[in-house]
C-alpha cells in the first residue's frame, strides 16, 4: 500500500515514552488493516463474536489505544474519505488480492497447512463499512477524538500536523511525506515481534520516527523532487516506470530536475502526471474538526463490547482502568487534557 520509498529516508529508533504528551494522528484505516490483519487465530481466522461478527479490529482499538493513552500519548484518529478517481485501479487490484487470498486461505485450512492459511487470511482483511462505524462508535466511549476525512486519511492527518493541531502523524505508510507531513511515526499501533514474509524469522518491532526535512536534507532534493521519485517508483495513482526503484528514481530525479525532464529523457508517458502531482502539493482536506478528548464511558464501553460482541468483562474493566490512569512521567491524567 502507498508507495515504496522507505528505503530513502532517515529513520531512528524511538519509545512510547518519546511521545508522552503529544497528540499523535493516527492513519485510521492503516491501524484497522493492521489489526485485521495481525489479530487472528492459528489457522488465520479473525476473532469473532457468537454471532460471527469479526472483532478483532475493536479488540486491536481497545488494548492498543490503551496502552498510547497510558504512556501518555494523545491519540487523534484520522479516516479516510471518497478516494479519488485516480485510485480505482489500485483499489480494484486490492479487491482482485483479497478474493483470491480468501480461495487460498480457505483451500489451506481445509488442507490442515496452518501455516500458510494465516499468511493468507491476512491478505484478505477487508475494512467495510460495518467496520468503520463500529470503530468510530468504540472511539467515542472511549473519550478518543477522532477526524473525518474528505478524501485521503493521510492527507488529512499531515494537514493537521502542518496546522498545529498535532505533533506527529502515525502509519505505516511513506505517502504522508508525500502530502507533507513533516514527522512521521511508524509501528505505533503494532509493537511486539513480526515474522518476516516468507521467512521462519522474527524481529522486533519498534516505534520509529522520520522527519520530513532531515531526510530531503541527506537526500538533497526537494518535497516536490520526492513526490516525483515517488511518481517514477509507483503511487496509488499509477503505475511506476519499468524497473525503476527508489534508488534508481533518485538518480534519475537528481539528474534530470523533475518528473516531466525524466519522462522527457525515456521517452515515456505517465497518465494523468499532473493530476496526481496536484493531489500530493494540494490535496482536499477540511479545518472542520473538533479535537477533544474526553472521559471513557464504562457502561457504554459494557454493554457494547461485553454483551453486544463479548469481550471479558475482566479484560475490558481492566482496559477502561488503563485508559482512565495516570499516565506519563509527570502523572498526568485525562481530565488535564480537556
Known sequence: M?????????????????????????DGFNALHQFLSIIRQRDGTPLIDSTGRVTSHLSGLLYRTASLVEAGIKPLFVFDGKPPDLKSETLNKRKEVRESSWEKWESAKAAGDL?????????????????????????????????????????????????????CVASQDYDSFLFGAPVVVRNLAITGKRKLPGKN???????????LEESLKALEITKEQLIDIAICVGTDYNKGLEKVGPKTALKLIKKHGDIYAVLREKGVEIEAVDRIREIFLHPEVTDNYEIKWGKPDSERLFKFLCEDHDFSVDRVEKAVERLKATSGARQRTLDQWF
Open 201 to 211: 524469522v522474527y524481529v522486533d518491532v519498534e516505534p520509529e520516527i522520520i522527519e
Open 115 to 167: 501455516k500458510s492459511a494465516y499468511k493468507y487470511a491476512q491478505a484478505s482483511s477487508k475494512v467495510n463499512e460495518e467496520i468503520i462505524e463500529d470503530s468510530k462508535y468504540l472511539l467515542d466511549i472511549m473519550g478518543i477524538p477522532f477526524v473525518q476525512a474528505p478524501c485521503e486519511g493521510e492527507a488529512q492527518a499531515a494537514h493537521i500536523v502542518l496546522k498545529g493541531d498535532a505533533n
Open 2 to 26: 502507498g508507495t515504496d520509498i522507505g528505503d530513502l529516508l532517515q529513520k531512528r529508533k524511538a519509545k512510547l515514552s518519546d511521545f508522552a504528551n503529544q497528540v499523535v494522528a493516527i
